[in-house]
């Protein structure tokens, strides 16, 4: 925070502090005021948590040229690839829940676990194998809100 010539940092100090170096500096010349904030806290402004769900779409989709199998019918590293972003997602949704109240009424006002669920089934099977230990880092960040 700051009001033009000096900078206060407004993290939690003690009342009995009464000397005001610890919590203020000067701003000056030249200096750049920037701003820092935590995704979970301004995700909002872009949309909520709904807007990682389209990311879940892409994963399983054959690249250009690729059918997602191997000459001999195995399944080709670059599909167990998609299934690992897909558990990425899973985990970037739950960082942005983890302990956000707002974030977490959002996406069950949205249906946001139902369509989740809905769009995780488009995985393949291969890939879920991935996906467990994200979903239950997702219940556990629920379930300890």
Request: charged fraction near 15%; include cysteine.
């Amino acid at each position: 925070a700051t009001d033009g010539t000096t900078l206060f940092n407004i993290a939690q100090v003690p009342d009995y502090s009464s000397d005001k170096s610890t919590y203020t500096a000067t701003l000056m010349a030249g200096t750049q005021l920037c701003s820092r904030r935590l995704l979970q806290d301004i995700i909002y402004c872009v949309g909520g948590v709904s807007v990682f769900f389209p990311l879940l779409t892409q994963f399983d989709k054959p690249s250009e040229g690729e059918a997602g199998y191997g000459w001999s019918g195995h399944v080709t590293t670059k599909s167990i690839l998609k299934g690992s972003l897909a558990a990425e997602v899973v985990e970037l949704i739950s960082s942005v829940l983890d302990k956000n109240l707002e974030n977490q009424q959002q996406m069950n006002l949205l249906s946001g676990f139902s369509v989740l669920g809905f769009l995780l089934q488009s995985v393949s099977p291969e890939s879920k194998v991935v996906l467990v230990s994200a979903l239950k880092h997702l219940l556990d960040v629920i379930a300890n809100s």
